[in-house]
């Protein structure tokens, strides 16, 4: 089998023409270079000369000149010149001497994310994605391999909570083996959660050099307490610690490229990027402490204020520092006999991933499956006080989401604490409502909270889809 | 395998824009049967043309559309009078369209690979040339069936 040295994909909407036109001109640049090149062709028939995993592998560059997907994440770790279909057509002398010359990116591409609108008349604006879109292409990157940690950690967590709340306690009579088991692993996998997300932002940023660094970062970032917002952080960190240093390295000989990869990426990125992590973590429990104090001081204040409080504070990090403050100091009144307090904190704690499921629930066609399976998972979560199932939703879009969990979190919490309810238990969602005392106007409570911050997350969902979209007609 | 496709080849057609030809390309598919409305042919190809533009260089165009409202794959080829702008890739004005009807449902390959065929074959500069000079529709069946086979 013969080897190219260039392989491409071109193709183009309607599939017919520019295609093969591209593929045409790819193919004459070539021979006129003296380079070996294989084209193949995304057009109305299908796939043809469909590039093997082989020949992918043996090149040294790709070439993509298409205004579709053409699987680009086949290519991953590859060198790649992506363009749009005309470029190919126009300028395929100049793409093949720019694949010679070693120009084009080293990048991943997330196969659900490759909604390139590439076309001749705006090729210049798609050339450079713009900032927001890049932030969000890395934190969907992180996101979606977050994704099946929560959830099936979230859920093995849920189900060990039909032996009892308490069943993984060995000190208490609700104790079972089994259900123990099942809580520890459920607890690993979504311990897992932020240095997964940590490290596929950095991996989205700086391709597999970035997944190490990311995934430390997040690890010490997890273990300083700092929550999910903790491990965005650290896989930005992480990924642009990454880029610096190939910028930093770049002069180094050619023949050093092994040892970049297996050596110096690694050791200095983990070893910055953890540093930086440590440095970011150490407020934590200054924060953590703060935050208890001055809760504490509120207890007895009106309940609309108290709700406002804990409903925001519960709802901003979901497991971080000021989350971890509201849910610590609920367990410590309630352990002074004060059970009214907690339920307000369980209430808000709920009403996330409820929120979230009623988002989808309420606005389907706006989400995407993998975001409509989740969310429905989500009343799952949501029931049992698995608050972590909302941070996927949060995660993608923390300045829009967050705030909106936070209202609907506090409106649960300032209903609960109108409604004089008593929660009893530290965790366990509605499996605890047959010792929660006002146990339906509890419900009710949450309910309402969560389906109000269903609604105003669908709108503001629905609301950015459509601006979305009328932007890309407009093209 | 030839050209062995419904066609239809003009020479000395004159026409003052992009829009008059379109309306040219419609009128004349209905007319030898090869589409049912020519309004919506029109609106497919203008559609086609806003998705990027499909004047490419050395004043080739290559209009084309899939629409329910073509009813067999078919190829219509004009040569102009005089250049019209088309926003091509190069800029310069076109005096060579050559349009593509691609139907819905096309289900066989044969003709959509031909119709991409003779696309291929406007990247080639021999041919280019050769389609510059001819001077009558025979002429220019006879360079397209000749290098389609190439």
């Known amino acids: 089998m013969s080897k190219f040295t260039i392989v491409a994909a071109t193709g183009c909407p309607t599939g017919i023409a520019h295609t093969y036109m591209a593929q045409?001109?790819?193919?004459?640049?070539?021979?006129?270079?003296?380079?070996?090149?294989?084209?193949?062709?995304?057009?109305?028939?299908?796939?043809?000369?469909?590039?093997?995993?082989?020949?992918?592998?043996?090149?040294?560059?790709?070439?993509?000149?298409?205004?579709?997907?053409?699987?680009?994440e086949r290519f991953e770790g590859k060198r790649i010149i992506d363009v749009s279909v005309s470029k190919g057509i126009k300028d395929a002398d100049n793409l093949i001497q720019d694949a010679i010359n070693g120009k084009g990116k080293l990048r991943t591409v997330?196969?659900?994310?490759?909604?390139?609108?590439?076309?001749?008349?705006?090729?210049?604006?798609?050339?450079?994605?713009?900032?927001?879109?890049?932030?969000?292409?890395?934190?969907?990157?992180?996101?979606?391999?977050?994704?099946?940690?929560?959830?099936?950690?979230?859920?093995?967590?849920?189900?060990?909570?039909?032996?009892?709340?308490?069943?993984?306690?060995?000190?208490?009579?609700?104790?079972?083996?089994?259900?123990?088991?099942?809580?520890?692993?459920?607890?690993l996998a979504m311990g897992l959660m932020v240095p997964i997300l940590s490290a596929y932002i950095a991996e989205s940023i700086a391709q597999r050099p970035g997944l190490v660094v990311g995934f430390v970062g997040g690890?010490?970032?997890?273990?300083?307490?700092?929550?999910?917002?903790?491990?965005?952080?650290?896989?930005?960190?992480?990924?642009?610690?990454?880029?610096?240093?190939?910028?930093?390295?770049?002069?180094?000989?050619?023949?050093?490229?092994?040892?970049?990869?297996?050596?110096?990426?690694?050791?200095i990125g983990v070893f910055v990027t953890g540093l930086l992590m440590v440095a970011i973590s150490q407020p934590m429990e200054a924060v953590n402490i703060g935050m208890i104090d001055f809760l504490a001081g509120f207890q007895n204040s009106n309940p609309v204020l108290l709700g406002l409080i804990v409903g925001c504070m519960s709802a901003f990090d979901m497991g971080g520092p000021i989350n971890k403050a509201a849910y610590v100091t609920g367990t410590a009144l309630l352990a002074q006999g004060n059970p009214y307090f907690m339920a307000g904190v369980s209430a808000a704690c709920i009403a996330p991933p409820l929120i979230t499921g009623f988002s989808v629930l309420f606005f389907g066609k706006y989400y995407d499956k993998e975001e409509r399976n989740s969310g429905l998972v989500n009343f799952i979560l949501g029931s049992t006080h698995i608050t972590e199932g909302a941070i996927p939703f949060a995660a993608k879009d923390p300045l829009r989401v967050i705030p909106t969990l936070m209202l609907g979190s506090s409106i649960a919490a300032i209903l609960t604490y109108m409604f004089k309810v008593q929660v009893p238990a530290p965790h366990g969602g509605f499996l605890v409502l047959p010792v929660v005392t006002n146990g339906l106007l509890w419900v009710v409570a949450i309910l309402v909270g969560s389906i109000i911050g269903g609604l105003v997350l669908g709108s503001i969902r629905k609301y950015s889809m459509e601006k979305l979209k009328s932007a890309v007609e407009k093209i | 395998m030839g050209l062995d496709i419904q066609k239809s080849i003009l020479v000395d057609v004159s026409a003052n824009s992009q829009k008059d030809i379109f309306k040219l390309i419609s009128n004349e598919a209905v007319n030898k049967g090869y589409a049912n409305d020519s309004n919506l042919l029109m609106e497919a190809l203008i559609n086609r043309e806003n998705e990027g533009t499909t004047g490419m260089?050395?004043?080739?165009?290559?209009?084309?559309?899939?629409?329910?409202?073509?009813?067999?794959?078919?190829?219509?080829?004009?040569?102009?009078t005089n250049g019209v702008e088309w926003n091509s890739m190069d800029g310069k004005k076109i005096n060579f369209v050559i349009s593509l009807l691609i139907p819905e449902e096309e289900k066989g390959t044969t003709h959509l690979q031909l119709l991409s065929k003779v696309a291929r074959l406007l990247m080639k500069e021999e041919v280019k040339n050769l389609l510059k000079e001819a001077k009558s529709e025979l002429e220019i069946e006879a360079i397209l069936t000749k290098y389609i086979d190439k």
Do not use: C
Request: net charge neutral.
């Open chain 1, 24 to 72: 045409e001109a790819l193919e004459q640049a070539a021979k006129k270079a003296g380079v070996q090149i294989k084209v193949e062709t995304h057009g109305q028939i299908g796939v043809e000369n469909t590039l093997t995993t082989q020949e992918i592998k043996d090149a040294d560059v790709v070439i993509i000149a298409a205004d579709k997907d053409v699987h680009a």
């Open chain 1, 110 to 187: 997330t196969s659900q994310n490759n909604e390139k609108v590439n076309n001749s008349n705006n090729e210049r604006e798609n050339d450079k994605t713009s900032i927001g879109r890049l932030i969000y292409k890395h934190l969907m990157n992180g996101v979606s391999h977050m994704l099946p940690f929560v959830v099936s950690g979230g859920v093995l967590v849920a189900i060990s909570f039909l032996w009892g709340i308490f069943s993984a306690d060995p000190t208490n009579a609700q104790y079972n083996e089994f259900a123990a088991t099942l809580n520890q692993i459920g607890g």
């Open chain 1, 219 to 267: 690890l010490v970032a997890n273990n300083g307490g700092t929550g999910f917002l903790g491990g965005i952080v650290s896989g930005f960190v992480a990924g642009y610690t990454i880029l610096l240093l190939s910028r930093i390295l770049k002069g180094m000989p050619k023949s050093l490229d092994g040892l970049k990869a297996i050596f110096l990426y690694p050791v």
């Open chain 2, 57 to 80: 260089m050395d004043g080739f165009a290559i209009p084309h559309a899939k629409s329910n409202t073509i009813k067999i794959p078919a190829l219509i080829i004009f040569k102009l």
